[in-house]
Structures are given as structure tokens and as C-alpha cells.
């Protein structure tokens, strides 16, 4: 397995892995907390609309996805904020408006050799050494910007309306909490591609909550299983010849299995002496 | 009745929400000190005042000061009004511990992009002892119980420097034990650090029994006085529109022995 790690793009797919993995660790806290994993969704399904406007404008186009998926956040965030569509209304008018419209771009051009197989079901073996500044330009913006506004994030989360009464910026925080988002979506794009990001966004989160008690040990669980779960996926499709996005998220899927099973053990073992002790004070 | 200014102030205050007036010719005042309870019937407007006190809705028409300026120019002054909501339909499995909760609370006096230090962990901990719940700190907020839990929030409301502490129907849920136990919580505490209380809640009698003056509104203010003058009113009576058998003597006693 060392020998592996001698290849270049073994070496870039690990980097990437992990990059992706931290990112979508972080921010999946704040997703499932903030119970925005529809919003993930239509993220990451509008960056094929920007996809296809890299590809006929002849720009990066992991570059116009970004742009095209912030935009997208921020104006599913706004139609919903301004009270003039329901959140989940808001995320299916624009997902699939822009999925048609990367379909449609993408018809129309008549030269087009992208690899769409790769944007929409991953391909980590194929990051290059350009794909992987920016992704370490994208986990160094966003990591910034959520280190330094976790308290903030955190009480958005847990309560949105005494946060804003306590005066704080609540809907600039929600946009630039989107603009993570759409960020992370795009960054992970690469590794396991549009249809399957949702699961490195809520998985590892997910299985977190499952075990953690605390916020603390959520996020450390969340970034664990994220950043082992596409390394581990990364081996295992290599040595299985299967692909390697679907595969990362199989080990997602199994590791959450897992740290339900602890969880609920674990919650079964705290709640039965107290049982027992009820019954023992009943009996005269 | 205080002689200092008035730390809240309406004046002619309207909310109008789609087109459709929710308040209107709001009338008060209150001076620094002072325990004030908002009555009325459901959809009376009582959230939505105590929404626009603490500017999270603007007014179509009229004035409100609070501490002395309009609620939506406090800016980070604003971190001097703790706020209470109605019991939280909050994710009990959310991972935070009391002291996470009442940190929260200092957001707003640390500013963005900073982190919390010795000092601000130092009033999270003199909060949480002053809401009686030393030892608690390390406790998720969701294995709490609701009466704990509103201990909690209190604790939030009063950990940034707070000098008016709005309620909105924070009695919600409680059985009557820890309802009155909440009520003389704030009676001690509002002694201690000099608060200003403004409480919303549907329970008249305990309500009566623990402010100084009650105000009842059915989208304008029907009568503001001292608790026994409002439940003895016709006014109360018309903003109901109902008789009140259940304000009883002894109710009406507990009022009456309020200083």
C-alpha cells in the first residue's frame, strides 16, 4: 500500500481526500445543526449549471461552479429570508432551474470533450495539481471564515431568533454560512462528484451527533470520519477497480452504520440502571 | 412610580404586518426598575410588542425608545436587553452543555472575530450560580428539565451586562411549582442587579401577583396601572371579552399586597 503513495496522483487523491474531508466535516456540522441539508442538495445540483458555464465560456470550470453555487445560496437565502417562498420551495425552483440549464448549455455546444461522467459521480484519481490549489485555496477561505465566526455559526444554529435579538448579524451570517457551503460543495465536487456530495456533507456530521455530547466532540467526530472515510475509500476502490466516489461514500454509509449501533448502545447502557433503579424504589 | 427617565418608552406605536395594523395607539412607559407585565388575549399583539421592543420589527407609525434610543439603532447596545422566548422547540439532543447555552449570551458583547476569554467564562459561571444552577454547567441542556431549561436561557439572558430582561410567556409549559419558583427567581434577581422586567404571559394571577404594573392590550392598550386596578377593570374585561370568575378574592388580595 506504501508503494501507491509513490504515484503522483495517489499522492494529489490523498491530499485532496483529506482537504475535502476536513471541509466537508466542518461544514457538515453546521448543516445538519442547522438542519440545512436540502440546501446542500441544491447546491450541489445548481454547480451543474455553472459547470456548463465553465465549459462554453472556456473557464476553469470547478471556477464558474463556485461562482454560479454561491449565487445560487444566495438567492435561494434571500427568497427565503424575504418570507417570499419556503426554503424547501425556494432550493426546487433553483436546483433544478440550473441542473436544466447546465443540460441545455451543454447540448447546445457542439465541441464540448469534459469529462461529465467525472463532475457528476467524482473522479479523486484525476485531481491535478491546478484542481488541488484551489482546493487548498477554497478549505483555507472557508475554514477562516468558520474558525473565526463559530460562536456566532453556533448560536445561529441552536437559536436564530435570540440571536438576532441579542444584535446579532444574523442574515449576513446566514449568507456567508451559504457561501461556505457552496464553496465546500464545489471543493468536494472533485472527490465524489454532484450526485453524491450530499453525502460528505451529512454523513460524517450525522454520525457524529450519533456519539458526540458535546459540539466539541461532534466536530472532531465529523472531521474523523469524513477525512477516514475517503482515504479508506480512496484504498479500497484502487484495490477493488470500482469507483472511487461511490465507493468513499459506501464507507460513509458503513461508518455511520457503526456509530448509530454505538449510539443507541451506548444510550441503552445509560438509560437501564436508571430503569432499574425506578423499579427497585417501586417495589415496597 | 420612579421619577427617573423611562428606560422604555412607546408612543402612539402602530404595526401594521401585510398591510393588516397589529397594534395600534400603544401607549406606555415605564421607568428603570420596574416589573411590567403585558396581558391580553391571543392574537392580542403581546409577542409582536415585545418583538418591536427588542427591534426585531420596526413600527409603521409612532415612536419606542428603549434605554433610550430606538431598539434599531442599538446596535451592540443591544447585548443590555436579555431576552427570553417561549419555551424553545429546541433539538433536545443539540450538543451543547448549559454553560455552551450561556456563553451564547456573550456573543454579543465579544464582537466578531473574537474568542472567548477568562473573564467572559467567569460571568458565565456567575450567571449560571445566580439562576441556581451551580454544578450544572457540564450538562447537556436537552437531558435538562423544562423548569431547568428556562433557569438556562434566563442565565443567557442576564450574562452581558443586562439591564431589562424581556419574557415572552417563559412560564409556557411549566407545571405550577416551577412556574412559581421561575417568578420568585426573577423577583431576586431583579433585586440583585437592578433589572428592568418586562414579562408576556397568559396567566393573569401569577402575572398579578408578582409585577409592579400590568398593561393589557388587544392591538392597542386597553388600561396600564398597578396589577389590582387592571384585573378589577371592565377595561381587562372588555380587551377579553369575557367575565372572569376565576379572579377570585384571594387573587385580588395577592395583587393587592404587592407594595
Redesign the interface.
Known amino acids: 500500500m506504501i508503494e501507491l503513495l509513490g504515484y503522483g496522483f495517489m499522492q494529489r487523491a490523498l491530499i485532496a481526500g483529506i482537504l475535502v474531508g476536513l471541509l466537508c466535516g466542518v461544514l457538515g456540522f453546521f448543516v445538519v445543526?442547522k438542519r440545512l441539508s436540502f440546501i446542500g442538495v441544491g447546491i450541489s445540483h445548481s454547480a451543474f449549471g455553472g459547470i456548463a458555464i465553465g465549459v462554453i465560456c472556456g473557464v476553469e470550470p470547478l471556477l464558474a461552479a463556485a461562482v454560479f453555487s454561491t449565487l445560487v445560496a444566495w438567492t435561494i437565502g434571500w427568497l427565503s429570508k424575504k418570507g417570499r417562498l419556503h426554503e424547501d420551495t425556494a432550493i426546487g425552483i433553483l436546483f433544478s432551474s440550473a441542473m436544466a440549464l447546465g443540460v441545455a448549455l451543454i447540448s447546445l455546444s457542439s465541441t464540448y470533450q469534459v469529462d461529465l461522467f467525472g463532475y457528476l459521480f467524482g473522479n479523486i484519481l484525476a485531481v491535478s495539481a491546478g484542481d488541488l490549489w484551489l482546493l487548498g485555496g477554497i478549505a483555507a477561505v472557508v475554514l477562516g471564515a468558520v474558525g473565526?465566526?463559530f460562536?456566532?455559526l453556533?448560536?445561529l444554529a441552536?437559536?436564530e431568533?435570540?440571536?438576532?435579538?441579542?444584535?446579532?448579524?444574523v442574515t449576513p451570517l446566514y449568507f456567508v454560512l451559504l457561501s461556505c457551503l457552496a464553496l465546500a460543495v464545489v471543493a468536494a465536487i472533485r472527490v465524489v462528484g454532484i450526485v453524491l456530495v450530499e453525502a460528505l456533507l451529512v454523513i460524517p456530521a450525522a454520525a457524529g451527533?450519533q456519539l458526540?455530547?458535546?459540539?466539541r466532540?461532534?466536530l472532531c467526530l465529523s472531521v474523523a470520519t469524513a477525512v477516514l472515510s475517503t482515504i479508506i475509500g480512496l484504498f479500497v476502490s484502487y484495490f477493488l477497480n470500482i469507483a472511487a466516489g461511490a465507493t468513499i461514500v459506501l464507507v460513509l454509509a458503513l461508518l455511520f452504520v457503526v456509530a448509530l449501533a454505538l449510539g443507541r448502545a451506548r444510550r441503552t447502557a445509560i438509560v437501564r440502571p436508571v430503569v432499574v433503579h425506578e423499579r427497585a424504589r417501586a417495589v415496597p | 412610580m420612579n421619577s427617573a427617565a423611562p428606560i422604555v418608552e412607546a408612543r402612539g406605536l402602530a404595526v401594521d404586518i401585510d398591510a393588516h395594523p397589529v397594534l395600534w395607539d400603544i401607549n406606555f412607559s415605564i421607568a428603570p426598575g420596574t416589573f411590567l407585565g403585558i396581558i391580553g388575549p391571543n392574537g392580542a399583539g403581546k409577542t409582536t410588542l415585545l418583538r418591536v421592543l427588542?427591534?426585531?420589527i420596526a413600527p409603521s407609525r409612532g415612536t419606542v425608545s428603549v434605554l433610550g434610543r430606538s431598539p434599531s439603532q442599538?446596535?451592540?447596545?443591544?447585548?443590555q436587553?436579555g431576552?427570553v422566548?417561549q419555551r424553545?422547540d429546541?433539538?433536545p439532543?443539540?450538543?451543547?452543555?448549559v454553560q455552551?447555552?450561556v456563553?451564547?449570551?456573550r456573543?454579543?458583547c465579544?464582537g466578531?472575530?473574537r474568542?472567548?476569554q477568562r473573564d467572559d467564562w467567569r460571568k458565565v459561571q456567575d450567571s449560571i450560580r445566580q439562576v441556581g444552577l451551580a454544578g450544572y454547567e457540564s450538562r447537556?441542556i436537552g437531558d435538562l428539565s423544562g423548569g431547568e431549561q428556562q433557569r438556562v436561557?434566563l442565565a443567557?439572558a442576564l450574562c452581558?451586562q443586562t439591564r431589562l430582561l424581556l419574557l415572552d410567556e417563559a412560564t409556557t409549559g411549566l407545571d405550577l411549582p416551577a412556574q412559581h419558583e421561575l417568578y420568585a427567581l426573577l423577583q431576586r434577581l431583579r433585586r440583585e442587579m437592578d433589572l428592568t422586567v418586562i414579562a408576556v404571559s397568559h396567566d393573569l394571577l401569577e402575572l398579578g401577583a408578582h409585577a409592579d404594573e400590568l398593561i393589557c392590550i388587544n392591538g392597542t392598550t386597553h388600561i396600564h396601572g398597578n396589577p389590582r386596578t387592571v384585573l378589577d377593570s371592565h377595561q381587562l374585561r372588555e380587551a377579553y371579552r369575557c367575565e372572569f370568575d376565576f379572579l377570585s378574592d384571594e387573587a385580588r388580595e395577592s395583587a393587592a399586597q404587592r407594595p
Open positions: 445543526l473565526l465566526l460562536k456566532e453556533l448560536f441552536f437559536d431568533e435570540v440571536a438576532r435579538a441579542n444584535g446579532l448579524p451527533y458526540a455530547r458535546g459540539y466532540s461532534m | 427588542l427591534g426585531l442599538l446596535g451592540r447596545g443591544a447585548h436587553i431576552y422566548p424553545l429546541f433539538d439532543r443539540f450538543p451543547v452543555s455552551d447555552v456563553m451564547m449570551g456573543a454579543c465579544l466578531l472575530f474568542f472567548p447537556r436561557f443567557r452581558s
